[in-house]
């Protein structure tokens, strides 16, 4: 059998070929630092250690401390990341292991299911490539929830899109059992599916209302998967979100070509022509999908207070389908005007390879250690020397400094500790920067250190116990 017929017959190998470029772009830095990339990581590993620690627990003592709070993130990313690290022997090892493989299975999922939607291998590959061009691939090699979720993304809506399609009851469950998956995994992704499904539910039923019986069945079969985790929670401690844990950040609009790449964009363009003189049902549902999240992505300018960066994020998935259906749109043009296809073979080859280049150079960001990007070294400096001297009893108060470092790393109580939406109540932490405490504060608060950057001044009643290039440790006199 010949390599071109193997290909034809399964098509799953091409599929595979930008996602195996990105498992080996994310296995560069993985193999490069000995600690996982990214700020959030860090709270997700001290979550993981603490269901080892304690089982699956509601509670988490170690955080916002010395109060504590309910776990408001759900499980199912923890529980993952302690059974890699049960393998490998360590979180954070574990947490590194999974950096490739989630980015290999987001791009595969995003290529496969653009696939089955147009039955076109062309639209798979393309789609698979084209994440390369946005910024976002930045955050795909990130372990972290949102990525596992991100791979559950487009197989929720592809199969939802089938029960709706073949009106199969079958095919409703089995994409709502997946997202109540989500429901369990992250929270801002599982709430995307249901404003993109709904949408789409309600706009085709206009034509046909007993599809909405299959929205109903997929809706109600999340809802009792994600029942698992949040209805005892809620029924223990009710809803907690404070708004105020992320500050808002707006991507404008003509910030777009930068995010999405212009590339992206313009192959887009052309898929949307295709599809709006087209209508079929998958046209509809993708741009939906894409309509929908760019709408909510851009509440700021109503002063809803967003991070629209993280809401665009989803509108990836639908654009790079788009950009795929645009590809496939062109090489039907360029056959039409008898113009060679060998020349279009080698443009879109090119534009493959440039992606991948791309995609490649967003490495340099790591390497220069933005602070999202990676943690610095003198943070884990920081957690390091709480893993050997601390007490694992008292707080500590960090100013200016994340936190989730210390108690994941040392399982130190910290004064805030990641997720701030969960938070019940929290210290005074400015307080304690200022100087403007008392004694009677640090025993009443349980205070045993304060970590400041280098050149603030000494809190009252404490003694300089460490200090680096950038932060400086505390320890209150008793």
């Not at 653009?114 to 039955?119: C, H, M, R, V």
């Not at 400041?452 to 460490?466: D, F, K, R, V």
């Amino acid at each position: 059998m010949s390599y071109p017929q193997i290909l034809r017959e399964k098509p799953f190998l091409l599929l595979l070929i930008p996602a195996l470029a990105a498992f080996f772009i994310a296995l560069i830095p993985t193999l490069k630092y000995q600690w996982p990339l990214g700020g959030d990581i860090f709270y997700h590993v001290h979550l993981a250690k603490l269901y080892m620690e304690q089982g699956l627990v509601y509670w988490d003592p170690l955080t916002s401390a010395p109060y504590g709070r309910p776990i408001f993130y759900p499980p199912v990313f923890h529980l993952l990341l302690l059974s890699v690290g049960l393998i490998f022997g360590d979180m954070f090892t574990a947490a590194r292991v999974l950096q490739p493989v989630l980015t290999l299975f987001l791009f595969l999922s995003f290529a496969y299911v653009a696939y089955k939607l147009y039955e076109s291998v062309l639209v798979g590959v393309t789609a698979g490539f084209f994440i390369f061009f946005s910024v976002v691939f930045q955050r795909f090699i990130l372990p972290g929830p949102e990525n596992l979720a991100l791979i559950l993304f487009p197989l929720v809506i592809y199969g939802f899109y089938l029960s709706t399609q073949n009106k199969s009851f079958k095919y409703a469950s089995i994409s709502g059992i997946i997202a109540g998956v989500v429901f369990l995994t992250h929270m801002l992704s599982a709430s995307f599916l249901v404003l993109v499904t709904s949408i789409y539910a309600i706009l085709i039923s206009l034509k046909d209302k007993s599809i909405l019986k299959y929205w109903l069945l997929f809706l109600v079969s999340a809802l009792m998967v994600a029942s698992i985790w949040w209805v005892p929670l809620l029924l223990k401690y009710g809803l907690v979100f404070n708004s105020g844990g992320d500050s808002p950040y707006m991507v404008s609009l003509l910030s777009y070509p930068k995010f999405f790449g212009v590339i992206t964009l313009l192959f887009a363009f052309f898929g949307a022509i295709g599809m709006i003189k087209r209508r079929s049902r998958q046209d509809v549902l993708i741009l939906i999908a894409l309509l929908s999240i760019l709408l909510v992505s851009n509440l700021n300018y109503l002063g809803v207070p967003i991070l629209s960066n993280r809401f665009l994020t989803f509108a990836l998935f639908p654009l790079v389908v788009m950009a795929g259906v645009g590809v496939k749109y062109l090489k039907t043009v360029i056959a039409e005007k008898n113009i060679s296809q060998k020349f279009y073979g080698i443009f879109i080859a090119c534009v493959y390879v440039s992606s991948v280049m791309i995609g490649y150079s967003m490495l340099a960001d790591v390497d220069s250690g933005f602070l999202w990007l990676r943690a610095s070294d003198g943070e884990l400096d920081i957690a390091e020397w709480f893993q050997e001297n601390g007490d694992k009893k008292s707080v500590v108060v960090a100013y200016n400094f994340r936190d989730p470092f210390i108690v994941s790393i040392s399982r130190q109580p910290v004064a805030t500790g990641g997720y701030g939406q969960g938070i019940v109540h929290t210290l005074d932490i400015q307080k304690y920067a200022d100087g403007g405490m008392n004694q009677s504060d640090y025993i009443t608060d349980n205070v045993g250190y304060v970590v400041l950057p280098s050149g603030m001044n000494a809190p009252p009643y404490t003694t300089l116990a460490y200090k680096n290039s950038y932060y400086q440790i505390f320890t209150f006199n008793r």
